[in-house]
C-alpha cells in the first residue's frame, strides 16, 4: 500500500465545484482514520466524536451553499495536543496536566472560519520536548514507512497522521525542530514560520520566546494555503506581528563546509545531501558558510540557559508533581532550576552578537539549505540513548528559533529502510513565502521519487551487501547468500577508488577489494537480506577479509566485503581486469 497524500486545495475546490460534499469528505475521513486505528492508534491522544465532525462537515455545507467562499471548505485536519481545540481536553501529553480549554487556540479558529475541520488531538513528546517522538505516555508514534523507526517529534503523531494519508494537513510546533524533523523522516513538508506571523495565542509553552506553530502538508501549495488562512497579527499574542513578506532577491545559498557536516555513521544521509546539493545548484549559486557561529548558537538551547525558559513552563507541575512528567523530559528540564539571572544575561549578551553574525549572513547569501537531520534512528535505539541520540538529531536545527529565522523543510530522498532524508530552506525573518518559492524550484529539478508504501505491519529490517568474488551468482560460495534468501538487488560496479586483488593460497579462490585512489571501478553484485541473516552470514567471513562500507558507482553506500592490507601479501594485481568473472574467464583460458 502506497503512502496516500491528500491535497486541501484539491478537496476544498471539489467542495466548492460540487464534485462532493464536506459530509461525505468527512466519512471518507473516518473510515481511513478507523482502518489505521489497526495500525498505529497511539498517534492520537483524542478525537471528535463522529456525530459531532459530521454535524459540522454538514454545517460547511450549508455555508458554502449559501454562497460563502471558504478557502478550506470540508477540509479534515489536526493539531498537536498543546494546542488549544474547543471540546478538545488540552494534555500536552501529561495526563496530570490535562485541561478543558475555554476557546480554540487563534490558529484553529482562523482554519475553522475558513471552513476546516479539526478531527481530533495528536500525540506528541511530552510537553514538546523531543525531537523523537518516544517521550508520551500515550504511546510511541512510529514512522509511517518504517514501523521500527522513530516518527520524529515532538510533533510525532501530527506528522504521521499526514503521512499515513489520514488528513491532509495537521498543525504541530517547533521550537528546536519539531516541525521540521517529523517532516523529514515522514517524507513531508514542514514549514516553520516566522515568529509572530502565525499566532501562539492557545499554546502550552516550551519556550514562550521561541516557541512557533508549524504545519505538515504532502506538498508546498497546501502549505500556501494554510499560511494564508493563518498568518496575521493577533494583539492576544505578545510575540505576534504585522504580515510582513520579504523577497529573496537572488538564489545564493549556503551550505556547511563539508568538515563541518555531521553524519553520526549515517553514510546514505551524507549521499542524499550531496545530490540534494547537486539538483540546489542547478536553480542558484552554492556557497559554503563557517557553521561554526549557528552551531554555537544552537548550544545555548540546551546546553546554556535558555533550558530554564522549559523549566519555567513547567514549574508549578515540577515542584508539585514531579512524577507526572516524563523521566527523560524531567532529566532535560530540571537542571534549568540552577540557572542563574547571570549565566542569563551572559547567554542574551552572546546570542545578541551570535544573531548580528547570523544577518550579516544575508549579505553575502540568500538563504541556506541544510540536511534536517544527519540520520534517523529506530525506537530500540531512542530506548537506550534517550537524550544524546536526540542531541543528534538536533544538530542542524536548533540555531534556527534562536536567531529568529524562517524554515522550510521538504524532501530530498529516501534511505534504503524507507525513512525518509530532507533538507531544511532557512532564510530570514518574514521570507516564508520566498522559501516556498524556493522550495518549488528546487523540487522542480530533484525529480523525487514517490512516498514509499506504508508500513502497515512491521517491516523485516534488511542490509544491502555487494559482494565482488566467490559469492557472485554461480560461484563456490553464492550458497551463503542463497540458504539465507538472499534478494539479488542489481549488478554494478564500486566508485573508481578501489584495486583488486586475486589473494594467494585462497580456498576457493578469493578475491580482495582494498580502497584506493587511484583505484578502478570494480564490478560487484549487490543482494539484500534481514538484519539476523546478514549478521550471521557477517560471522562466517574468514580474515583478512571483513564486511565493511563499499562506494558504488552513483555515489551510495551499501555494506560489502574489504580486506586487511595483509590480504595483498603475494596476491596478483587484477585491478585491470574489473572484476572477478573477468579473471576467472581469464584463467580457465590460460
Known sequence: MSAPRLSASNLAAAVHDGETTAHAVMEQTLARIAAYEAVQPQIWISRAAPETLLAKAAAVDARVAAGEHLPLAGVPFAAKDNIDVAGLATTAACPAFAFDPAASATVVARLEAAGAICVGKTNLDQFATGLVGTRSPYGIPRNASNLAYVSGGSSSGSSIAVAAGLVPFALGTDTAGSGRVPAAFNHLVGMKPTKGRWSTSGLVPACRSLDCISVFTADTADARLVDHVVAGYDAADPWSKSLADKPIAGRVIGVPKRQQRQWFGDAESEYCYDRALEHLSQIGTLVEIDYAPLQEAAQLLYGGPWVAERTAALATLLAENPGAIDPTVRAVVEPGLDKSAVELFNG?????????????????????????????????????????????????????????????????????????????????????????????????????????????????????????????????????????????????????????????????????????????????????????EFGSFTVEVPAPLAIGTVTLADGSSVKGFVAEPRAIAGAQDITALGGWRAFIAQKATA
Open 348 to 532: 542574551i549578551y552572546r546570542l545578541a552578537e551570535l544573531k548580528r553574525h547570523a544577518d550579516q549572513l544575508w549579505d553575502e547569501i540568500d538563504a541556506l539549505a541544510f540536511p534536517t537531520t544527519g540520520t534517523a534512528y529506530r525506537v530500540a535505539e531512542l530506548a537506550a540513548a534517550p537524550i544524546a541520540l536526540n542531541s543528534n538529531l538536533g544538530f542542524y536545527t536548533n540555531f534556527v528559533n534562536l536567531l529568529g529565522m524562517a524554515a522550510l523543510a521538504v524532501p530530498a530522498g529516501v534511505r534504503a529502510n524507507a525513512t525518509g532524508f530532507g533538507i531544511t530552506l532557512i532564510g530570514p525573518a518574514d521570507s516564508d513565502r520566498a522559501l516556498l518559492d524556493l522550495a518549488d524550484a528546487y523540487l522542480s529539478v530533484a525529480n523525487l521519487p514517490p512516498p514509499p508504501p506504508l508500513d502497515l505491519e512491521g517491516k523485516m529490517q534488511t542490509v544491502k551487501l555487494a559482494v565482488v568474488g566467490a559469492h557472485l551468482k554461480d560461484m563456490p560460495l553464492h550458497w551463503q547468500l542463497a540458504s539465507r534468501n538472499a534478494t539479488f538487488v542489481e549488478a554494478t560496479t564500486t566508485a573508481p577508488t578501489y584495486r583488486l586483488y586475486a589473494m594467494a593460497d585462497s580456498v576457493p579462490p578469493k578475491p580482495a577489494l582494498i580502497h584506493s585512489e587511484d583505484g578502478a571501478a570494480i564490478a560487484v553484485e549487490v543482494y539484500e537480506l534481514g538484519v539476523a
